[in-house]
């Protein structure tokens, strides 16, 4: 694909009733090594959406949330620690997370991830 046909990032939030990215990959460009970047997607009253880029090797220790959560990985392989349970995700791997269930994310390879905290309504 040429220079001249790579969709832009662009993203709307000033039209009523909707957020719109054209591409989320392209709102973290870069994620230095031994690094963890973020970049707030959305924050409204009823989510809160950021951007994870994960060098590979890092991670976020264990910790909880006090609101359910989502995470998507979007590009990447490592590991989420789901309570007791350790699972493999790549790209398409979802999970949904109680409150207060203890969580850990660790990158294996370089790694996009998509969080979504749900707010009371």
Same mark, same amino acid.
Request: glycine share 8%.
């Given at each position: 694909?040429?220079?001249?046909?790579?969709p832009t990032?662009?993203?709307?939030?000033?039209?009523?009733?909707?957020?719109?990215?054209?591409?989320?990959?392209?709102?973290?460009?870069?994620?230095?090594?031994?690094?963890?970047?973020?970049?707030?997607?959305?924050?409204?009253?009823?989510? /809160? #959406?950021?951007?994870?880029?994960?060098?590979?090797?890092?991670?976020?220790?264990?910790?909880?949330?006090?609101?359910?959560?989502?995470?998507? #990985?979007?590009?990447?392989?490592?590991?989420?620690?789901l309570g007791?349970?350790?699972?493999?995700?790549?790209?398409?791997?979802?999970?949904?997370?109680?409150?207060?269930?203890?969580?850990?994310?660790?990158?294996?390879?370089?790694?996009?991830?998509?969080?979504?905290?749900? /707010?009371?309504?």
């Amino acid at each position: 694909m040429q220079a001249h046909d790579t969709p832009t990032s662009s993203s709307t939030d000033s039209a009523p009733g909707h957020v719109f990215h054209a591409d989320l990959s392209a709102l973290i460009e870069t994620i230095p090594p031994e690094s963890i970047v973020s970049r707030q997607v959305h924050d409204d009253a009823h989510v /809160k #959406v950021t951007l994870f880029g994960f060098a590979a090797g890092q991670s976020l220790s264990e910790h909880t949330a006090a609101k359910p959560a989502i995470m998507q #990985v979007l590009a990447g392989e490592g590991t989420f620690g789901l309570g007791r349970e350790s699972l493999a995700v790549g790209p398409g791997s979802w999970a949904h997370m109680a409150p207060q269930l203890p969580h850990t994310v660790t990158a294996r390879t370089p790694m996009v991830m998509l969080l979504t905290l749900l /707010k009371a309504p």
